[in-house]
């Protein structure tokens, strides 16, 4: 069965609690959020994912979308939902309010985005497509496109798309081949066929918004001579309603593996008019604005799906019996006890908890340096806050959706053989979150990214961001009477991962396949870090709180426990992982290539 509950506890913890002493300080221009309203907010959300979106998934899982006569339909009541959720303001709610949008922080914005995420993945791709859109149009778009389309797109009225991936050219998009041809009215003709365009045709929307990757005539060769242009469906008549169809058509949608109620498709511009992005053949830049604001929304995808798998895996293994609890019978009325008795349950109902509890910590980090680098008054702060974005981007991504594609399949264990049955529900998840490590750049693309461009970045200011917290935060507790094995656990951990970003470095600079080849592991590594330096903080509140004589007592005590169990039982994968990343690349590049 698939359960969900927002974990709305854990999420004001990270809001308020969390990461009160991170250095962004308190921003004036959103002091009107205050914890009442954040929460209240939340709760209206909870109720939307948990009452409007959750009893679509297995519907829209099982019904998929369908593509007739040059249309695609949406299963059965995503349109009233997607209605809804528009009318309700969720579309617009991070959006800047010059174009209707709510201007909600991020920090409370991405909690939202994991609601809808662990409700219904597929439905999630629709509004935040749209989103991510928006912040490139906003950012290089001119003011005559920004007036015409970002209203009706952050009010969800419109849908976006990222239209990048054709069929020979995946990661490797200095390949694309799409042309565009100037027009003498300052517009060009797209003409190109596209793949795996995620919402490239639906039922949702009025119009969609296509930002469409191509080249130019005289373009350069490679990624420098890529452009960016926005392409609608629909070309906008003079009152800015959608007129005249614009040559767009879809080919067909992909039969996929999972995520089956998102329309994934593939289209084709014939002679499409569209208009420039940014400067000529800087498209990757602007495109970029758009990619980096997705790969923290996929990440947070990662970690939504992992929290619906484990709340459906504790449904489970408390339902379930099977078995006799090695310390003595726990349900002498049962002919079993349940299963969340054993061991071995316990240990992967740990892992998904602590997973999803340190993804969502460092989630709503990461969200606090966006919510700063937008309002923060501070030029030091608003340079940190970019610096800590710009290195824990890849790190969101690919962390997220590998530990979240994990969690999914604990819950397919947890649930045994009916785990791999489609009536339980579960293992919907583990086919959705599979995607999560695919698009936005590969969980390897990010790796690489991180090692070879954040790492180096500014001769490593962008990893100081990172590491002066967690080196001042060792320093300070080290010593602490209760926590300060915890602590040194973090103190080895964080030690490995700066040896290894000196080894890389090293290394790296005289073969550049060192570096890649250490890429994945090192991304592992600083994750983990980042994980054992919330999870101490974390623990360290809890005792405070405790002490204080806090009402929710089991709250607190939980999360020291879950620390204690990420400390004990996760953490000790850095050492793994140093000792690959130390290893080097020889074994790994050894074999020719025909030898496998
Ligand atoms: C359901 C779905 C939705 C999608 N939505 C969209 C969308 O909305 N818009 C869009 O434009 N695209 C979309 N995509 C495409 C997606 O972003 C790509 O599939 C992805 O970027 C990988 O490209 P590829 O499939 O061509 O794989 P390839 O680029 O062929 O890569 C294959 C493998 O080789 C590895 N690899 C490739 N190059 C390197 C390298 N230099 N170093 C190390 N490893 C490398 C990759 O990591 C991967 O493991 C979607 C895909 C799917 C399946």
Not at 180 to 207: C, M, R, W
Not at 243 to 263: D, P
Not at 545 to 570: Q, V
Request: proline residues 5%.
């Amino acid at each position: 069965m698939q359960v969900y509950e927002a974990p709305l506890r854990d999420m004001a913890f990270v809001l308020n609690e969390l990461h009160a002493d991170d250095g962004f300080g308190d921003l004036e221009a959103l002091s009107e959020f205050t914890p009442d309203l954040t929460g209240a907010i939340l709760e209206e959300a909870a109720k939307v994912a948990q009452e409007v979106l959750l009893p679509l998934n297995r519907s829209g899982d099982m019904e998929g979308c369908t593509l007739e006569n040059g249309v695609v339909r949406t299963p059965k009541g995503f349109k009233e939902a997607y209605d809804m959720f528009r009318e309700g303001g969720w579309c617009a709610l991070a959006s800047d309010p010059e174009w209707g949008g709510q201007g909600l922080p991020e920090a409370v914005n991405k909690l939202t985005e994991e609601m809808i995420c662990s409700a219904n993945l597929s439905f999630s791709l629709y509004p935040g497509l749209t989103h991510g859109a928006t912040t490139a149009i906003e950012g290089y778009a001119s003011d005559e496109l920004k007036q015409a389309y970002l209203p009706k797109m952050v009010s969800g009225e419109w849908s976006g798309t990222m239209c990048l991936t054709e069929p020979h050219c995946g990661t490797d998009l200095g390949m694309l081949r799409t042309k565009a041809v100037p027009q003498d009215d300052g517009s060009y003709k797209l003409t190109g066929a596209k793949i795996f365009i995620s919402a490239g045709e639906h039922d949702l929307t009025q119009n969609i918004v296509h930002l469409v990757l191509a080249r130019m005539p005289d373009a350069p060769p490679g990624v420098k001579g890529i452009s960016l242009f926005l392409v609608p469906k629909y070309l906008p008549k003079d009152d800015g309603t959608p007129g005249a169809a614009n040559g767009v058509s879809v080919q067909a949608i992909e039969h996929k593996m999972g995520l089956k109620a998102s329309a994934t498709c593939q289209l084709n511009f014939e002679d499409s008019v569209g208009w420039l992005v940014g400067k000529p053949h800087k498209g990757m830049e602007a495109m970029f604005t758009m990619m980096n604001t997705e790969r923290v929304s996929v990440g947070i995808q990662g970690l939504g799906v992992g929290e619906a798998a484990y709340q459906s895996a504790v449904w489970y293994a408390k339902d379930r019996v099977q078995g006799r609890s090695l310390s003595g019978v726990k349900n002498p009325a049962g002919p079993a006890d349940p299963i969340i008795v054993h061991p071995d349950v316990r240990r992967m109902l740990m892992t998904m908890r602590a997973y999803n509890e340190g993804s969502r910590a460092i989630g709503a980090w990461v969200a606090r340096a966006l919510d700063a680098e937008r309002h923060s008054t501070d030029p030091e702060v608003k340079a940190r806050a970019q610096d800590f974005i710009a290195l824990m981007t890849p790190v969101v991504k690919a962390l997220f959706t590998d530990l979240g594609h994990e969690a999914a399949h604990l819950a397919v264990q947890v649930y045994g053989g009916h785990g791999y049955i489609a009536e339980s529900g579960v293992e919907q998840f583990a086919r959705d979150a599979r995607i999560a490590m695919i698009y936005e750049g590969t969980n390897g693309i990010q790796a690489l990214d991180l090692v070879g461009r954040k790492m180096p970045a500014h001769m490593g200011r962008y990893l100081r961001s990172f590491f002066h917290p967690v080196a001042a935060f060792v320093e300070a507790n080290k010593e602490d009477a209760d926590f300060g094995k915890m602590i040194e656990g973090l103190e080895k951990a964080f030690g490995a991962l700066q040896l290894s970003t000196g080894t890389i470095a090293q290394k790296g600079m005289k073969d550049p396949e060192e570096a890649a080849a250490a890429a994945t592991d090192y991304l592992r590594l600083i994750g983990l870090v980042a994980m054992g330096y919330t999870f101490a903080k974390a623990a360290l509140i809890a005792r405070g709180k405790l002490a204080e004589g806090a009402e929710d007592a089991a709250f607190y005590k939980a999360k020291i426990t879950t620390a204690r169990f990420f400390f004990d039982r996760l953490l000790p994968q850095a050492t793994a992982a140093f000792l690959a990343i130390k290893s080097g690349k020889a074994s790994m590049m050894e074999l020719e290539a025909d030898a496998f």
